[in-house]
């Protein structure tokens, strides 16, 4: 039997190596990324360990977490080893990972520049393999009253009504809005229907007294302002 044919299992190694172990023995933030990985899918495939095939996985996502995060479970479902019931898991995890981070963002921060805006929306936004269009409510302070999902689309655009976007911004007494819909293709330039539907919000809510401040097309590795760039 080859070297590189040989399978590893996790009980032949070494108590410290072992996931779960290392874990009781040492606390979880000693375990690597495929070692946490491993203990959720449990185990490999006939040529892999759980740690191995975890490895693998992570290299073919450049080691990048929130590249894995992207992946659906269909994704996940092409590496040997790992069926319908691990890939949901690891989509699970990821999904906590991601809610945390968004309980953990400040609800009544105050807006003061574009990078203020999309930090907020961060968590709403990121990893997302569709189109969503959000409204940032904000008081006369420009602090963030609420942040309301107004629109879902497909892969290459969605649908914001802008009634519903005044709607809510009278509802909640909001003396200016921001709005943000993310490209999950990552690319950031504005298509005609942005601009066009941009104008259309502004000019309604300059009727009903509401300030649009911004438009931020949001990507997971930028963004664009129209306000930035002038476009508003």
């Known amino acids: 039997m080859t070297t590189e044919n040989y399978k590893i299992s996790i009980k032949e190694l070494a108590e ?16 690597s990324d495929a070692e946490l990985i491993a203990i959720l899918i449990g185990s490999g495939n006939r040529n892999e360990s ?3 095939l975890s490895q693998r996985i992570l290299q073919e996502q450049k080691n990048d977490l929130n590249q894995l995060a992207r992946l659906s479970i269909k ?4 590496f040997n080893g790992i069926g319908e019931a691990k890939a949901i898991t690891i989509c699970a995890a990821l999904e906590l990972g991601r ?7 400040p609800k009544k921060i105050a807006i003061s520049s574009s990078k203020d805006v999309y930090n907020a929306l961060r968590p709403k936004l990121q990893d997302l393999p569709h189109e969503e269009f959000w409204v940032i409510l904000l008081s006369r302070s420009n602090k963030i009253l609420d942040m309301q999902l107004v629109g879902r689309g497909g892969i290459t655009g969605t649908v914001a009504d802008v009634r519903v976007i005044l709607k809510l911004a009278l509802e909640n007494s909001a003396s200016g809005i921001i709005v943000s819909h993310n490209h999950p293709s990552g690319n950031l330039k504005p298509s005609s229907q942005d601009i066009q539907l941009t104008k259309k919000i502004k000019e309604a809510s300059t009727i009903m007294d509401i300030a649009l401040l911004d438009h931020l097309i949001f990507t997971d590795d930028g963004y664009l302002s129209f306000a930035d760039e002038g476009m508003l």
């Open 16 to 31: 410290d190596d072992r996931p779960r172990e290392k874990m009781m023995l040492k606390g979880r933030t000693a375990l």
């Open 50 to 52: 759980a740690v191995q």
């Open 75 to 78: 994704d996940l479902q092409k």
């Open 99 to 105: 809610r945390r981070k968004e309980q953990d963002a």
